[in-house]
């Protein structure tokens, strides 16, 4: 039986059969807006709160943000970083290097992170060109994707050779983790970098859509490893406590 990490979400862990698979590495994805870090910020205080050692990287907000973000919905981040139970980490875009991976799997490490949560793959991924350095491409690999003299479909290469190499890092930690992601609007695939999605163990996608002229965000489980998972689509409504997930039935 695969133990569950209970995400304290209200109404999301009844939708996969009691919370995230231990150990596995789910891809939360979703147009700007959709509410994937409040999602993220709220799996982790509620695992900080319940004595889990939480981690929550950012390459997208300044910490003062993320935590006045949390207090809109009656998190108090700060308090729990205090208990030594939630630890915050910025990294910005700029100081991103081939480092950065082994930066964050060495602090999990270290302190013993249960819950990690990564927001975003995409921001990281889109920078993967800029610092992974050609020679660290196999020569046999770039001549197989038959894009050697095409610059702008190598950085393309590299971002999914980045992506698949992070993802399956992030497996071997121990953790329970959440992947951020951007989603395209409209396309085949349900990620912007198109493999994350084949690599992670599961993916809950939130989408912010006009219904009769309202806007209005809903949740769906796509995929969850070892788990018979709940195929509707349910209402998500952000509230002054934190997210919920409304049941449709
Ligand atoms: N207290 C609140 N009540 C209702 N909606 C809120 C509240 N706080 C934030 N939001 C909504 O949540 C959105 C931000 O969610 P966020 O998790 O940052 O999105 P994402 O990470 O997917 O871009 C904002 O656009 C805002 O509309
Ligand atoms: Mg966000």
């Given at each position: 039986?695969?133990?569950?990490?209970?995400?304290?979400?209200?109404g999301?862990?009844?939708?996969?059969?009691g919370?995230l698979?231990?150990?596995?590495?789910?891809?939360?994805?979703?147009?700007p807006?959709?509410?994937?870090?409040?999602?993220s910020?709220?799996?982790?205080?509620?695992?900080a709160?319940?004595?889990?050692k939480?981690m929550?990287v950012?390459?997208?907000?300044s910490?003062?943000?993320?935590?006045?973000?949390?207090?809109?919905?009656?998190?108090?981040?700060?308090?729990?970083?205090?208990?030594?139970?939630?630890?915050?980490?910025?990294?910005?875009?700029?100081d991103?290097?081939?480092n950065t991976?082994?930066?964050?799997?060495?602090?999990?490490?270290?302190?013993?992170?249960?819950?990690l949560?990564?927001?975003?793959?995409?921001?990281?991924?889109?920078n993967?060109?800029?610092?992974?350095?050609?020679?660290?491409?196999?020569?046999?690999?770039?001549?197989?994707?038959?894009?050697?003299?095409?610059?702008?479909?190598?950085?393309?290469?590299?971002v999914?050779?980045?992506?698949?190499g992070?993802?399956?890092d992030?497996?071997?930690l121990?953790?329970?983790?959440?992947?951020?992601?951007?989603?395209?609007?409209?396309?085949?695939?349900?990620?912007?970098?198109?493999?994350?999605?084949?690599?992670?163990?599961?993916?809950?996608?939130?989408?912010f859509?006009?219904?009769?002229?309202?806007y209005s965000?809903?949740?769906?489980?796509?995929?969850m490893?070892?788990?018979?998972?709940?195929?509707?689509?349910?209402?998500?409504?952000?509230?002054?406590?934190?997210?919920?997930?409304?049941?449709?039935?």
């Amino acid at each position: 039986m695969v133990k569950r990490v209970q995400t304290g979400i209200k109404g999301f862990d009844k939708l996969v059969q009691g919370g995230l698979p231990e150990n596995s590495v789910t891809l939360l994805i979703g147009t700007p807006g959709t509410g994937k870090t409040l999602f993220s910020l709220q799996y982790l205080h509620n695992g900080a709160t319940n004595k889990e050692k939480s981690m929550y990287v950012t390459l997208e907000q300044s910490l003062e943000d993320i935590r006045s973000q949390a207090k809109d919905l009656g998190m108090d981040l700060a308090k729990a970083e205090k208990t030594g139970m939630l630890t915050l980490m910025h990294i910005p875009i700029h100081d991103l290097t081939l480092n950065t991976i082994e930066q964050i799997k060495k602090e999990a490490e270290k302190r013993k992170i249960k819950r990690l949560v990564i927001d975003s793959i995409s921001t990281l991924a889109v920078n993967a060109p800029v610092y992974t350095p050609l020679k660290d491409l196999a020569l046999r690999d770039v001549m197989n994707y038959k894009a050697f003299f095409s610059p702008p479909i190598l950085g393309d290469f590299v971002v999914k050779r980045f992506i698949y190499g992070f993802l399956s890092d992030l497996k071997q930690l121990g953790c329970t983790t959440i992947v951020t992601g951007e989603a395209p609007e409209k396309g085949e695939f349900l990620t912007r970098d198109t493999v994350s999605e084949f690599i992670a163990d599961g993916i809950v996608s939130i989408t912010f859509e006009s219904m009769g002229g309202q806007y209005s965000r809903s949740l769906l489980v796509r995929k969850m490893r070892g788990t018979k998972a709940d195929e509707d689509i349910h209402p998500l409504e952000i509230t002054d406590k934190g997210l919920v997930i409304h049941t449709v039935k």
